[in-house]
C-alpha cells in the first residue's frame, strides 16, 4: 500500500546539479521519517539526507553544503536538489521511509520501504 518512486537521475559532469524525485502513495510525506540513500558498486549503502518534523533535516558530512533534501506536502513528494556534484557521488540513489513519525536510527535496517533506486553518474 505505501509506495516510493524516485525519478530524476541521470549522468552530468563534475560542478553540475540534479534534483531527484521522490513520488509517494499510500501515506502523507508530511507525517513520517523520510529519507535518502545511496550506493555506490561494492559499497554498503549509507544515508545522504533524512528529515522528520522534530529535527528538519540532516545530512552525511560528505553532502553537507552541497545537497538539499525538502519536502512538498502538496505533491505529497520527497526531493533531493544536488550541487556541485563530484565523481564520488556516483551511485544509485534510494528514497526510503521509515513509516514513523521520529527518525530515530538512521540505519538501512531501520527503514522498512524503499523505492527502486534512480542512478546518478558523475563524470569528471
Known amino acids: 500500500q505505501v509506495k516510493l518512486v524516485e525519478s530524476g537521475g541521470g549522468s552530468v559532469q563534475a560542478g553540475g546539479s540534479l534534483r531527484l524525485s521522490c513520488a509517494v502513495s499510500g501515506y502523507s510525506v508530511s507525517s513520517k521519517c523520510m529519507a535518502w540513500f545511496r550506493q555506490a558498486p561494492g559499497k554498503e549503502r549509507e544515508g545522504v539526507a533524512f528529515?522528520?518534523?522534530?529535527?528538519?533535516?540532516r545530512y552525511a558530512d560528505s553532502v553537507k553544503g552541497r545537497f538539499t533534501l525538502s519536502r512538498d506536502n502538496a505533491k505529497n513528494t520527497v526531493y533531493l536538489a544536488m550541487n556541485s556534484l563530484k565523481p564520488e557521488d556516483t551511485a544509485m540513489y534510494f528514497c526510503?521511509?521509515?513509516?514513523?513519525?521520529?527518525?530515530?536510527?538512521?540505519?538501512?535496517?531501520?527503514?522498512?520501504?524503499w523505492g527502486q533506486g534512480t542512478q546518478v553518474i558523475v563524470s569528471s
Open positions: 528529515t522528520d518534523i522534530y529535527r528538519g533535516t
Open positions: 526510503a521511509a521509515r513509516l514513523s513519525v521520529n527518525c530515530g536510527s538512521l540505519s538501512v535496517a531501520a527503514f522498512s520501504v
